[in-house]
């Protein structure tokens, strides 16, 4: 173990706990926006939009129909918005409400407040909205073509000169590649409930992963302070991103609509619109040449990312830097140009999704491995090992030196625990033995950056107090979307007062009690939020420690918090005892905490800095079985070894982890998102898009947390993320069905798309064949 790792001895920490509202969610009592109870006299909001038409000129709104539908209040318009009709997270470019024009298909036009939500709906499709239709970029190739302007500039990270290299090269090759982009498909949709308080006051309840940016765009929009709007949120029904950024414009309407009518306000999304208005994981094209040695270690890589954002910018500069900064994966590039271009559609704005771009810049590197062993018709795992980080091959493309590299320990170890080479050899004679089913094996690595790339969200606060009972109340800036973040950050305040976390009241994360929040996103939660917790438990409890020693006489190092008591000395009293004792003293039991990460930094006009506090690592090894002649495929086994360092509760992190495998696999086997030529989103429900369900989730499921004697970065009990991770573990199916193919015609690179689903596979397929 390395010296700079401490090893804690805990009681909370690390027990493998219940998620805080698992009981509530099993009797069905956990309670959700759409669950709340609706006070006398509110109303219901639903978005209008046109029927036809991804861009061009409204010529014709004509909203009298709707207005005189049956329970309608109020018809709502960008007119009706007394301040700024804007819902973006930053670059102001994305209405509330489109006014002159129509940038795709589904965008808000209206909105319809009436008595029911049935009612709002129905009056909503009564709107007769006419559009001069203009040439609608739809696909990446259509922007190409088009040359629309691209929503941001291009972006590079650039070391040597790969281009150079790869034309001297004997050996090289060139790709290019689609992957496809990704419904959240939360269970609850987008929700909000507004509540008009006095002197033009608004609280809103939605389901967000950012209250803060709901509380600044509800207050630009009504043209009030920030401290006039608060917003707060329970739990969501899930959100894996979509509700970092999205959430806002449906909090918008319902407190536009409670700011028009005096009453209160609910939004909630009907699933085909949700899936129609609102934006996916970013779907990209991959061009990429690489040149290598006849070993299969690269010595160049020169590859294009190019990016369909949508219709604005959103949080496309995040995601798509983040693509980027993960297109090395776990893989030393010796000369390499990543170029991003983020592309301007007619389609909805794509936004943040599980990984935040780091997903589809992993593609890229898994298929390069992947391509070069089989053009070299060498094993894909060793031509991946031989392209790891290590000694002297250290620096990443943007500059970063890797100085936590374990990924050679995890596979190593995943290698053996999975039996991979007597699997292969196995499934090597099961190929020559059959002609139409073909099993293909691969061992995928991950290294994933943990920290927000721009800079200032990485902080936190938290509040806590203590009452004379020694109940705790806990509050923090982190949202809860079943990830289980608030039972960890409560087993870390249960820690320091050393009771237990039934003793800790988890309370909803509000703009009221913690300002300034960042979003509970980029796999942070914990790792925040645990220590602006961690700290003002700490406040409370060297005050407590500093009122002992006066009143007893005794050293610090005689006062001990365990087990529910306080020792101190030869005596022994509950923390309420003492918490009592202190409040007659006149002591404060509340604080406030408050972290930032230190030792970040990152200058993005120079491509210099430390962007990333740490990286997390992981191993899955993936065997499947693919139909030649129908394209169809199964999931055989899955092996998964990933480092959570000292897991803060292993339940909750191996959760994570098969949750997080299986929606990846679904996003690269049968998520498939299609819009027709009009930019009109086709596959909006689950009649037609394909989430993975319980027979999808492999029979053979094996997933294990990996030895860690700790994080090396000095995390929240040297805990290692967990959020995003897992969900590229899921490359190793992909390389699987890739492997698969590519027995038809060995010495051949497939060219397979992503998803894989049966179509793209048979297509890859026939061009084996060929």
């Known amino acids: 173990m390395p010296a700079e790792v401490k090893r804690f001895t805990t009681e909370t920490v690390g027990l493998a706990l219940a998620h805080d509202s698992a009981a509530l969610h099993v009797q069905g009592r956990a309670i959700y926006i759409d669950d709340m109870r609706e006070p006398e006299g509110t109303l219901h909001v639903a978005p209008g939009y046109a029927s036809e038409g991804a861009k061009g000129r409204i010529t014709r709104c004509d909203l009298d129909a709707v207005r005189n539908s049956p329970g309608v209040v109020a018809v709502l318009t960008a007119a009706d918005i007394p301040g700024v009709n804007d819902c973006s997270p930053a670059m102001g470019d994305d209405p509330i409400f489109a006014e002159d ?250 936004t943040a999704f599980r990984g935040f771009g780091g997903p589809q810049g992993m593609m890229l590197a898994e298929r390069m491995m992947d391509a070069i062993a089989h053009r070299l018709a060498l094993d894909p795992l060793h031509v991946r090992k031989r392209n790891f980080y290590g000694p002297k091959r250290d620096r990443t493309p943007y500059g970063m030196k890797v100085t936590d590299n374990i990924i050679a320990e995890v596979v190593a170890e995943l290698e ?121 438990a700490s406040q409370i409890k060297k005050r407590l420690i500093a009122f002992a020693e006066r009143e007893w006489q005794v050293a610090p190092d005689q006062i001990r918090f365990e087990k529910g008591r306080v020792i101190i000395a030869n005596q022994s009293m509950s923390l309420g005892e003492l918490a009592k004792r202190a409040h007659q003293a006149r002591i404060q039991l509340s604080a406030t905490g408050f972290y930032a990460t230190p030792n970040i930094t990152w200058n993005r006009d120079k491509v210099k800095g430390k962007p990333f506090f740490y990286f997390a690592y992981g191993a899955s090894c993936s065997e499947v079985t693919i139909d030649t002649l129908t394209g169809e495929m199964r999931v055989d086994r899955v092996d998964i070894l990933h480092d959570v360092g000292r897991s803060l509760n292993p339940a909750i992190d191996l959760g994570q982890i098969e949750g997080g495998f299986v929606q990846g696999m679904g996003w690269l086997t049968t998520e498939e998102l299609v819009f027709d030529k009009e930019g009109r989103l086709r596959t909006h429900a689950p009649s037609t898009y394909k989430i993975p369900c319980a027979s999808d989730v492999p029979a053979d499921f094996r997933v294990k947390l990996f030895a860690s004697p700790g994080n090396l970065a000095n995390t929240i009990y040297r805990s290692k993320a967990v959020g995003e991770p897992p969900l590229m573990l899921a490359l190793s199916v992909f390389s699987a069905i890739t492997d698969a193919i590519a027995a038809l015609k060995p010495g051949t690179a497939p060219p397979l798309e992503a998803p894989a689903t049966p179509e793209a596979i048979l297509k890859a397929v026939k061009a084996m064949s060929a």
């Open 416 to 536: 053996k625990t999975s039996d991979y080479y007597a699997r292969r050899e196995a499934i090597k004679d099961f190929n020559a033995k059959n002609r139409i089913l073909k099993k293909g094996l691969a061992l995928t690595p991950v290294k994933f950056g943990i920290s927000f790339t721009l800079i200032h969200l990485n902080q936190a606060g938290a509040l806590v107090h203590l009452y004379t009972d020694g109940s705790v109340h806990l509050n923090h800036g982190g949202t809860e979307m079943g990830q289980g973040l608030y039972i960890k950050v409560a087993q870390v305040v249960a820690e320091e007062f050393g009771i237990t976390p039934d003793r800790v009241k988890i309370t909803a994360t509000t703009t009221g009690k913690v300002p300034n929040t960042s979003p509970t996103a980029a796999s942070s939660g914990s790792d925040l939020n645990g220590m602006a917790a961690k700290e003002a």
């Open 101 to 350: 024009e129509i940038l795709f298909h589904g965008q808000v036009v209206f909105a319809v407040v009436a008595g029911t939500h049935d009612q709002a709906r129905r009056a909503a499709r009564r709107a007769r909205i006419e559009i001069a239709k203009d040439p609608a970029a739809i696909t990446v190739e259509d922007a190409l073509e088009q040359g629309t302007p691209d929503v941001l500039p291009p972006y590079e990270f650039r070391r040597g000169e790969p281009e150079k290299r790869i034309a001297a090269a004997k050996m090289r090759l060139s790709d290019s590649f689609h992957v496809g982009g990704q419904e959240h498909f939360y269970l609850e949709g987008q929700v909000a409930f507004a509540m008009p308080e006095e002197a033009g006051g608004m609280t809103v309840y939605s389901s967000t992963q950012h209250p803060s940016e709901v509380q600044h765009c509800v207050a630009k929009m009504l043209g009030v302070a920030d401290a006039f709007v608060t917003c707060e949120c329970r739990r969501m029904g899930g959100g894996f991103g979509g509700k970092e950024s999205q959430a806002a414009q449906w909090a918008a309407l319902a407190a536009l609509g409670a700011h028009k009518t005096g009453r209160p306000v609910k939004c909630r999304l009907d699933r085909d619109d949700d899936m129609i208005m609102t934006g996916k994981r970013h779907d990209m094209r991959i061009d990429y040449d690489a040149a290598f040695d006849k070993t299969g270690r690269l010595t160049a890589v020169d590859a294009s990312l190019l990016s369909r954002c949508g219709y604005s910018a959103d949080l496309s500069l995040g995601v798509n830097d983040r693509a980027m900064f993960h297109s090395d994966n776990a893989y030393y590039y010796p000369a390499v140009s990543i170029e991003s271009r983020r592309l301007r559609t007619n389609t909805v704005s794509n």
